[in-house]
């Protein structure tokens, strides 16, 4: 595994992606007074599966794919976490996910460790019946290393709702059984939970809603620019823009749309639904696309980031706020909806000008509070409304803001650094209580 992380910082050019997240863990163990093997069990992740993953084509040929899966830790209970299908997708990237995982479910303090996993394919350039036969081979290839006691995987980027009602069928036909625990963010007509689709979104609302006044965002004058109009970045737009902020630039991998005077988030969704292709299985549209007045402006991604907004949203990949072009960045407060958006050396460059960061691993975790929402009611048998759902998720992402906001006010640290010292004074009782040396030392009961 070493060899792969330093062949990956070599194409690179530079420090990993695992060893930037573990930047993280090194600043908060600063805070605390924890065992010296809390820290070290954390720099290396419980178990990690590489696989080849055969896709028969449309056209009779096969194509055999990448697959990982990586368990970072299961001290506080079964790994968790989503799948992504993208071209780009390594190890490096998978072990960061985990980490950051592990982090994310101690943060809302929700009893999973962390997981993720992945396929590196282009599926735009993949059929839907193409789409499914890769979705049940990566299942047949890692089934005997998941499961609703052990690791529980869920959708990410380039997966959705029924490509995780495919993965649970091919789970129950291995297993002879009916699984649902297995994986969550299923169709609810397969077991999923409502309010699922629109989770990480809305959690990362609830984090802004109940930070909002501590970071000087008022509803009518802020404005808002994201980065991204997907799963998680349009129910962001569309909740800040009912509750009275004004969105003034979504994006997407293609480009992105400005308006200074507030652009109609419904307006541009409906416009992405009705160019989406019957037979596709995603978008095809853009939302550069959509310019409805002459106060629209085309930007690119990287303009986007630029603007001078009260609140910067990146909601697409990580790495979008490098050292690069952290110094360019005008906005006040960043809320990053995506995984890893902001880069240890930007995140430095942004504390020194004084622009806040909101860390992901409380800002999106909304996605994994609802899968564990999904996951109990998976095995209790016995389903919540919607409206009981998001009741239910705003509790908790509340509560955990408020905690994060007020350690990184006592003692005088980042909100990114709080929220690690939050997770890893959690996850760090945890593996304590199993007995650390300092226990065994001391030789008392």
């Known amino acids: 595994m070493k060899k792969l992380l330093e062949e990956e910082q070599k194409r690179r050019g530079g420090r990993s992606t695992?060893?930037?997240?573990l930047s993280r863990l090194d600043q908060a163990k600063e805070y605390l007074d924890i065992s010296p093997e809390v820290v070290e069990r954390l720099k290396h992740p419980k178990?990690?599966?590489?696989?080849?993953?055969?896709?028969r084509k449309d056209d009779g040929t096969l194509e055999v794919y990448q697959g990982y899966r990586v368990q970072h830790d299961d001290t506080r209970g079964p790994t968790k976490g989503g799948i992504r299908f993208h071209p780009a997708v390594n190890l490096d990237e998978v072990m960061s996910l985990a980490f950051w995982m592990t982090f994310k479910c101690a943060v809302v303090n929700i009893p999973f460790g962390g997981g993720k996993g992945g396929v590196q394919v282009n599926p735009k350039e993949l059929s839907r019946m193409e789409i499914e036969r890769l979705s049940r081979s990566y299942i047949d290839a890692i089934a005997d290393f998941i499961?609703?006691?052990?690791?529980?995987?869920?959708?990410?980027?380039?997966t959705n709702e029924t490509i995780m009602g495919w993965m649970a069928d091919q789970y129950n036909i291995i297993r002879r059984s009916n699984v649902p625990a297995v994986i969550t963010g299923k169709p609810t007509s397969l077991g999923g939970s409502e309010g699922r689709r629109e989770a990480t979104g809305r959690g990362g609302f609830y984090v802004a809603i109940e930070l909002a006044k501590r970071l000087g965002l008022k509803p009518g004058e802020s404005t808002v620019a994201i980065q991204g109009f997907g799963n998680a970045a349009y129910p962001f737009a569309r909740l800040m823009s009912e509750e009275g902020y004004r969105v003034v630039a979504v994006s997407d991998s293609k480009g992105g749309i400005y308006s200074e005077k507030g652009l109609n988030v419904e307006d541009i969704k409906r416009y992405r639904d009705e160019s989406k292709h019957l037979e596709a299985v995603y978008y095809d549209a853009s939302v550069k696309d959509f310019v409805k007045e002459t106060s629209h402006t085309h930007i690119t991604n990287e303009?986007?980031?630029?603007?001078?907004?009260?609140?910067?949203v990146p909601a697409a990949l990580e790495n979008q706020i490098t050292q690069e072009n952290a110094h360019r960045v005008k906005a006040k407060n960043i809320l990053e909806l995506a995984n890893g958006p902001v880069t240890s050396e930007?995140?430095?460059?942004?504390?020194?000008?004084g622009i806040r960061v909101i860390p992901d691993i409380l800002a999106n975790a909304g996605g994994v509070v609802v899968s564990y929402f999904e996951w109990v009611q998976n095995r209790t048998g016995f389903y919540w409304t919607e409206s009981e759902v998001n009741e239910k998720l705003a509790a908790i992402m509340k509560r955990e803001a408020s905690i994060v906001y007020q350690r990184a006010e006592s003692l005088g640290i980042s909100l990114r650094t709080a929220a690690y010292v939050v997770a890893l004074e959690r996850i760090g009782s945890a593996i304590s209580s199993k007995g650390?040396?300092?226990y065994f030392r001391d030789g008392k009961n």
Do not use: K, W
């Open 346 to 353: 930007a995140d430095i460059i942004l504390h020194e000008r």
């Open 18 to 21: 695992y060893e930037d997240a």
């Open 47 to 55: 178990r990690v599966i590489i696989v080849s993953v055969p896709v």
């Open 303 to 312: 303009e986007l980031l630029e603007l001078p907004v009260d609140l910067l």
């Open 436 to 438: 650390t040396a300092e």
């Open 147 to 158: 499961g609703p006691d052990s690791d529980i995987p869920a959708p990410d980027v380039y």
